[in-house]
């Protein structure tokens, strides 16, 4: 059974960092591209950034270029989002995403959360002074 379970979540204030973890478990790592999403109340969910398995590319939303990094342990079937310089806006749940390798682009991917059939449980990531 195919299971993305997120953690690393919390309060920060602005300015501060967090890691969040997403391990998983269930499925062939490699076969698959990771996203990450956030969602805010009263807004849609939305691509935050995603790793592509074939190539290894990376997508990133503009809100979080040059703060936030994606990365990936194939040996710990994990993957990771690291989260500097935090700021209020930043404030969601935070959800790990799953899909079997596509020949869609990764920007493509990540732009649509409908891209992705599997997903974890989310955790809650505060920023707030």
């Known amino acids: 059974q195919l299971q993305l379970v997120e953690s690393g979540g919390g309060l920060v204030q602005p300015g501060g960092s967090l890691r969040l973890s997403c391990a998983t478990s269930?499925?062939?790592?490699?076969?698959?591209?990771i996203g990450w999403f956030r969602q805010a109340p009263g807004k849609e969910r939305e691509g935050v950034s995603c790793?592509?398995?074939?190539?290894?590319?990376?997508n990133y939303a503009d809100s979080v270029k040059g703060r936030f990094t994606i990365s990936r342990d194939n040996a710990k079937n994990t993957v990771y989002l690291q989260m500097n310089n935090l700021k209020p806006e930043d404030t969601a749940v935070y959800y790990c995403?799953?899909?079997?390798?596509?020949?869609?682009?990764?920007?493509?991917?990540?732009?649509?959360?409908?891209?992705?059939?599997?997903w974890g449980q989310g955790t809650q990531v505060t920023v707030s002074s």
């Open positions: 790793f592509s398995r074939s190539g290894g590319r990376t």
């Open positions: 269930g499925f062939t790592f490699d076969y698959y591209d």
């Open positions: 995403a799953a899909e079997p390798l596509s020949l869609r682009s990764i920007r493509a991917m990540c732009a649509l959360a409908t891209s992705y059939n599997y």
